[in-house]
């Protein structure tokens, strides 16, 4: 594991509620993202971070919002659920300098 | 938004047997990764690629990065149960909205794996 560690790992809840996804690394990587993961659509880029307080959308942005604070601590919001975001959501971490990202265990999401 | 094109899509096979799968996209890329991913787990790097023509090898599993750079493939040899998973192709395309200083990546729909013992 590359030291990244995602809350909640399994969450159920109704549409309408605001949900927050936290991704937590150890590695003091500058470079964060947020995935998710859908059948037949492989992953895709919701929102990523390039550093403290700098982030930008990815394709799948709409519906999300992001937030990093901290250098480990990078942070996914729905603001009013809806049931086509149920999802499994995975982080990931990577280094400036062509590096690859590693990625967290996931969250998996189910919105009702 | 740009794609990767994985193949196949899933592989029923028997323990012992090789394996191939490979991505292609209609752009040039600067890098190529293979990521296996176990149920309940998030995506674990196999291998990175980062030169046309690269060939590199991690045990049993050898990738090549297309001379084009517009195309990958994994071959696993001599498959035993373990190597039951779903395998994910991603590049970091050259355009300019892409990669560079953030690294970000385009994921392929991923090929299925199921070893028979």
């Known amino acids: 594991d590359a030291g990244i560690t995602q809350s909640p790992r399994h969450k159920v809840t109704e549409t309408g509620t605001p949900v927050t996804l936290r991704c937590h690394q150890t590695?003091?990587?500058?470079?964060m993202y947020w995935y998710r993961q859908d059948p037949g659509h492989g992953l895709r880029l919701i929102h990523y971070?390039?550093?403290?307080?700098?982030?930008d959308k990815g394709e799948v942005s709409d519906g999300y919002s992001v937030s990093r604070s901290k250098t480990e601590d990078f942070l996914l919001t729905l603001e009013s659920a809806t049931s086509s975001q149920t999802s499994v959501y995975f982080c990931?971490?990577?280094?400036?300098?062509?590096?690859?990202?590693?990625f967290g265990d996931g969250t998996r999401l189910s919105i009702l | 938004g740009q794609q990767l094109n994985q193949s196949p899509q899933s592989m029923f096979i028997q323990e012992g047997e090789d394996v191939s799968m490979n991505c292609t996209s209609s752009s040039i890329f600067n890098t190529w990764l293979w990521y296996k991913q176990d149920p309940g787990e998030g995506p674990v790097l196999l291998i990175a690629?980062?030169?046309?023509?690269e060939l590199t090898s991690n045990g049993r599993l050898t990738a090549q990065f297309g001379i084009t750079r517009k195309d990958s493939f994994l071959n696993i040899s001599a498959s035993i149960p373990s190597d039951v998973g779903i395998y994910f192709c991603a590049g970091q395309p050259s355009s300019l909205n892409y990669g560079g200083a953030t690294n970000k990546l385009i994921f392929g729909t991923g090929t299925l794996l199921a070893v028979q013992p």
């Open positions: 590695e003091n990587h500058r470079y």
């Open positions: 971070s390039y550093g403290v307080k700098d982030t």
């Open positions: 990931a971490i990577s280094t400036p300098g062509n590096q690859p990202q590693h």
């Open positions: 690629l980062y030169k046309a023509g």
